[in-house]
């Protein structure tokens, strides 16, 4: 999130509502003590301001950095060093038959295995370890224990050792393992989360909702498809009638700071309090979304998941596996009393 002032907020506010900073300012302390403390001045200005129909916060997109790359995300640009090959290998499926082989490719940040299909698999007789790749226009897909793949299809772009690149020295990354899957949950305050905390549980005010990212995956696999005219193709089921999955970004604020939460589809379904049907109807009519966005905002909610860097932007974010939009305020309040009494000692 683009950091902003509490005065540069008012200012935007009042400059584009045409109200006085007084009577915006009004408003923001009228939801601070409508919300009991549990929010910053500046994340009660972005709830004004959404309830307004005034953004403050642009979405941005670019090249990213290996462990900035999300499960889910499609048309990632990114550029890795080579670290292990795996060659291809020919598959069939009923009449069909095609190709798929796959490398791990790392950067300062971390690691991601690419898997290659189709003609892009032809592209590892041409490809050593140490090289450098980049690729453009793959998609993410989510396997066992949560692990990230990057995979690219015919419609995307790999270019070997490409001009005026460089990576500097790779960080390779543990493994997951079920003892981490099996770690109890840490609450944490969203000042306090640093890159790679994981099996953590944050509470705050959501502040801002994003509308919903679409894209087309296969019904029997779940990875992304290509389209050729009006017809989608998946590289292992080959044509197909495709389903929707997708993303929603948000913010939180806890009064110690705002971050970006990132839900996917089942995370969004929670935060939505929508059917699976429900959400793709937007697809065809954002318009509709503005009534659910503003129902959930100013929800005080509790996500659990992992805090991820994304050095792009300097700024830590939230991955979240799972949502509660109804927190137990007697749970709440007693873990309040815990964390008062142990500040005072």
Not at 64 to 78: S, Y
Not at 304 to 325: H, L
Request: aromatic fraction near 6%.
């Amino acid at each position: 999130m683009i950091k902003q002032t509490y005065d540069e907020l008012v200012q935007k506010i009042s400059e584009k509502s045409k109200l006085s900073k007084v009577e915006v300012e009004e408003k923001i302390n009228a939801k601070l003590k409508q919300l009991s403390g549990l929010i910053s001045k500046e994340g009660a200005a972005h709830i004004v301001a959404n309830q307004l129909g005034i953004k403050l916060v642009e979405q941005t997109s670019g090249k990213l950095q290996i462990n900035n790359i999300l499960i889910g995300m499609r048309d990632v640009e990114t550029i890795g060093r080579v670290m292990t090959i795996y060659p291809a290998k020919e598959f069939q499926v009923q009449d069909r038959t095609g190709k798929v082989g796959s490398l791990v490719i790392g950067d300062e940040t971390g690691t991601i295995r690419l898997v290659l299909w189709g003609d892009q698999a032809n592209n590892l007789v041409n490809i050593q370890p140490n090289m450098i790749v980049k690729v453009k226009g793959a998609y993410v897909k989510d396997q066992q224990n949560s692990q990230r793949e990057l995979h690219l299809s015919t419609r995307g772009i790999l270019i070997i050792n490409p001009p005026g690149e460089s990576v500097g020295p790779v960080k390779v990354e543990q493994q997951f393992t079920q003892s981490q899957s099996s770690a109890p949950t840490q609450r944490k305050k969203l000042n306090e989360l640093a890159d790679g905390d994981s099996n953590i549980e944050i509470l705050g005010t959501i502040v801002q909702v994003f509308e919903p990212r679409f894209f087309e995956v296969c019904p029997q696999c779940g990875r992304r498809l290509l389209q050729k005219d009006s017809e989608f193709h998946c590289d292992v089921h080959g044509q197909v009638k495709p389903t929707y999955s997708y993303v929603i970004n948000l913010f939180l604020d806890d009064g110690t700071e705002n971050m970006r939460i990132v839900c996917f589809r089942n995370q969004a379904l929670q935060v939505l309090g929508l059917k699976d049907e429900e959400i793709v109807k937007f697809k065809d009519n954002i318009e509709g979304f503005e009534a659910v966005r503003t129902a959930v905002l100013g929800n005080i909610t509790r996500f659990s998941g992992k805090a991820v860097k994304n050095k792009m932007f300097d700024r830590v974010e939230f991955i979240a596996n799972n949502v509660d939009m109804s927190p137990d305020p007697d749970k709440e309040m007693e873990l309040l009393k815990k964390e008062l009494a142990a500040q005072a000692k």
